[in-house]
Each structure stands twice: as C-alpha cells, then as structure tokens.
C-alpha cells in the first residue's frame, strides 16, 4: 500500500513539473513573439526615416527627410490662410500666375532643402552669407568603394563655399536630408515679408484647387512654393530612379493648365527649368498621409 501512495505522489510530482516546464514553455514563446514584433516595428520606422519614405530601395534621395506628423492648425493658423486664399482664387479666371526665379543647383546629393530654401530666399532679395567646409558628396567618409551611386560623375569628397551650407547647418541637414518643418522655420527666420506655412496637399488628382491656390497666393507675393515630391514620377526624369525631392513652382498656367517647375537637382541630365501639367505633379507629391509637402504664403 505505501510502495502505490509512493508511486502515485511520485507520478502527481512528475505531472506537476511537465505542466511547470509547459506553462514555462508558454510564457518564454509569448516574451519572444512580443520582443520580435517590437523589433520589427522599431526597424520598420527606422527605415522609413533613415530612407526618407522611398518606396524603392534603389530610388536617389536627394535630400528630402520625412518630419514628425505635422498640425496644420497649429502651423501658424495655415487652416485661414487656406480658406482665404480658396476665397480669393477659387473663381479666378486669370491664365497665368508667375514670378521669375534664379535656377541654383545643389552642390551635394543630400542637399535639395537647403538649395531649394536658398533660391527661394535669393528671390525675395534675402542675402545668405556663405560657408566654406569640405562635404563628403553622397555619405560620411565616402570612397570608390563604398559610393551608393559610383556612377553619376562627382567627387567623393572637396571643399564648397556656398550659402547652401550656411542654411544647412542651421536647418540640421544631415546625409538623410532636410526635413521640411525646419526649413519652413529657417525660412520664416531670416525674412519678415511673408508668413511661409507648411501644410498638406494629398496626392490626388481631385485636389487640384487645393494646390492651385495656395501656388496663385504664393506667386501673387512674388515668391515660389517649396514642393516635396517623388521626382521619378515627374516626366521631367523619365528614365532617371529618384526618390524624395524638393523642388520649387514658379508658375501656373491655368488655361494648359501646366505648372512651372525650377529643379535644384545635382544631376545635370535633369533641367534647371522645365513644365509639368497640374495633374502630373499632384500625382508625384510625396504624400505620406501625415507630413505636410508644400511651403507656401499669402500676400
């Protein structure tokens, strides 16, 4: 009889454990499930960032850097600027909105906010003064070895002195690119003669009075609008693989109904100067859902 007491408890014993070692088992897969999901999570927006939402891995970035969400209505009451400027220009009937630009393009890859932001202060008369430095062209401690793009004709690494680098380094420009929040700030620094605001225009076709009207207000302040676009989806670069770009409007012609863009691209195969229709551009702005994707102002 004791030896069976004995070899029941000792059986209870042994259920006992396997169900421990079990529960154990359990928990450990679940801690590990949780821990890669979290990873994968955090890898996925370091991508995101560090690529600047290209879609392609194998798109050029020439510098257009994803912010934070963005609130329009906190961007400097931007939700009235919008509303009036559709009140003044949504029954306009005038064919053409232009104001004249000076093309300028960067001097490194990662470099399209600062030369955008330039030539847009250069065309309300804003001087920058310049900087000299040396600057690695596409990426820190660049070489033939380690070049991304080894086959656009540059030099990996020489001094510049431009105002480009000037508002580089007061906008945090780093070799991901520029985000435009703090070129919208820059801007607003160092001029008082307009109020810029930074707000989104979805890239949808059906929104072509949304952006017509905010390039109408702007080109009537005589100044241009900062875009954040795709650019291999611009006519312009068929045949050429870039990602993340700004770029700036100059005119709108609203009979063709045609946008004029001025390009700051490195890469010289891409005109300075060149027509996009409204459509087209609406389809290539960068349209992340949460980041604002044009510079504008008001009279």
Known sequence: ????????????????????????????????SIILAVAV??????TAFAG??????????????????????ADDNAILKENKAYELYANSTRAIYSVSVTPVRQIV???CGPASSYILLKTLGINVQSTTRYLYFFCADE?????????VNHTHYKSYTSPQITLADSMGTDYNG???SSMKTVINNRQSIHDYSLTRVPSN???????????????????????WVEARLLNEYSGHNFGGHYILANSLNTTSN???????????????????????????????????????CSE
């Open 143 to 151: 070489s033939d070895s380690n070049c991304p793009y080894s086959s």
């Open 178 to 180: 520029t985000g435009m």
């Open 52 to 73: 600047g939402f290209i879609t392609d891995e194998s798109a050029m970035s020439t510098g257009a850097k994803a912010d934070p969400p963005y609130a329009a209505a």
């Open 258 to 296: 045609t946008i004029g863009i001025v390009d700051p691209n490195y890469y010289t195969p891409i005109s300075t100067t060149y027509t996009e229709s409204v459509n087209t551009v609406l389809s290539a702005i960068w349209d992340d859902g949460n980041s604002g994707n044009i510079i504008w």
């Open 41 to 46: 999570i955090f890898a996925l927006n370091i």
């Open 109 to 111: 890859g990662y470099y």
């Open 1 to 32: 009889m004791q030896l069976l007491n004995d070899q029941t408890k000792s059986a209870n014993q042994h259920s006992l454990k396997s169900e421990r070692k079990s529960e154990r088992m359990k928990s450990m897969k679940k801690l590990i």
């Open 205 to 227: 076709v059906n929104q072509a009075n949304s952006l017509k009207t905010k390039l109408m207000s702007t080109f009537d302040a005589n100044s241009p609008c900062i875009l």
